[in-house]
């Protein structure tokens, strides 16, 4: 053994290869070799009278998924619920996030750390059932309501035409804040971490210079907190476009993204139409990411 220990002594590039190769070959295989599987598949069609795939590449399932309006009205229910979700976590998150990042001492800080990531060990399946309780008709939230007097509110809201519905359990604004709530610690953390990161020293010059507090948070703050926004953004976007759970269980009546995926390679055995709008989300994500490139959000990263 001394011979090969000699041989390769010094040779680091030999031993980062040889640590790198099988999370590369699992990267390589098992994920990209799937995605590329799946966007093959959306190129293929399905025979009307035999229904199996015809392995033959065509754009009959793209057209398919881009002129029916059910399709398309599909992809824009998905796409306005994750832009709303993910603008209202950002406006919940940044205030938490600042505090935790500025004012916050060290036990305060763990604490908020520990109490954002607890509910992230829940089981997923019970928070969504759980909020389906709360939101139900008789539910806690009903009832918080009625004991604070603003049963009126809650009607009012519920008989928007398109938000609306019988109760929260059963309407987009209950979906909405089903959503918000699973996935604003994706947005608090990454948001905290790009706020730890802005120097105090930064803000003293501002205010030195005369800049108020508002015009501080808006030319100093914001910017160097982009990365941290961005980063969170495409947690809680993309999320929101592929989950077909929540929007099963809590919602009106209504297909999202992620259902129809389930849906037609599950029960209808389309799978070029259920690849082709799993394209859909990986689309959209590219052209968040290269907006957001383009708006100088990665510059600080």
């Not at 507090?213 to 993309?238: D, E, M, N």
């Amino acid at each position: 053994m001394r011979r090969p220990a000699i041989s390769l002594a010094g040779r680091n590039a030999f031993y980062f290869a040889l640590l790198l190769a099988p999370p590369l070959l699992w990267l390589g295989i098992v994920y990209l070799g799937s995605l590329f599987t799946l966007l093959l598949q959306s190129f293929y069609a399905i025979d009307e009278f035999t229904a199996r795939v015809v392995p033959q590449v065509t754009l009959q399932t793209y057209r398919q998924l881009l002129t029916q309006p059910a399709h398309i009205d599909i992809v824009l229910r998905t796409l306005l619920m994750a832009v709303a979700v993910t603008v209202a976590s950002a406006v919940i998150a940044f205030p938490v996030a600042l505090y935790m990042a500025r004012y916050a001492g060290p036990r305060l800080k763990a604490f908020f750390y520990v109490g954002i990531m607890l509910p992230m060990w829940t089981s997923y399946l019970v928070k969504v059932y759980a909020w389906r309780l709360i939101l139900a008709k008789q539910g806690i939230a009903s009832w918080a309501f009625e004991s604070a007097g603003l049963s009126g509110v809650l009607d009012q809201a519920l008989s928007v035409p398109v938000v609306g519905g019988p109760s929260l359990a059963s309407s987009y604004l209950g979906m909405f804040v089903v959503f918000v709530y699973m996935w604003l610690p994706f947005m608090i953390l990454p948001l905290a971490a790009a706020l730890e990161r802005v120097p105090a020293s930064l803000l003293q010059a501002a205010a030195d210079l005369g800049a108020r507090p508002g015009q501080a948070f808006r030319h100093v703050v914001l910017p160097l907190a982009l990365p941290g926004l961005a980063a969170g953004s495409i947690f809680t976007f993309s999320l929101t476009l592929g989950d077909y759970i929540i929007p099963s269980v809590v919602g009106a009546p209504g297909y999202f993204i992620g259902m129809m995926v389930y849906q037609q390679q599950g029960t209808a055995c389309n799978l070029p139409l259920a690849a082709a709008f799993s394209v859909v989300p990986i689309v959209l994500i590219g052209c968040y990411l290269a907006l957001a490139r383009r708006l100088g959000a990665f510059d600080a990263l």
